[in-house]
């Protein structure tokens, strides 16, 4: 019973991590291609308004 509970805390701890990280990496792409995008359309409305 002891060693079910041992490993049943590993297996939380671990399932923990693992959200962590993926929420983690969710959020570092998210802000990531956010931040590309807007880069983007900076760089194409100074573009367009220097052609006028």
Known sequence: MLLYLKLEGLL???LKF???VSAAGF????IATR???RIERVSISRRS???F
């Not at 959020?27 to 998210?30: A, L, P, T």
């Open 35 to 37: 931040t590309t995008i």
């Open 12 to 14: 939380i701890a671990f």
């Open 18 to 20: 693992g959200t962590a």
């Open 27 to 30: 959020y570092w792409f998210f």
């Open 49 to 51: 308004s220097a052609e």
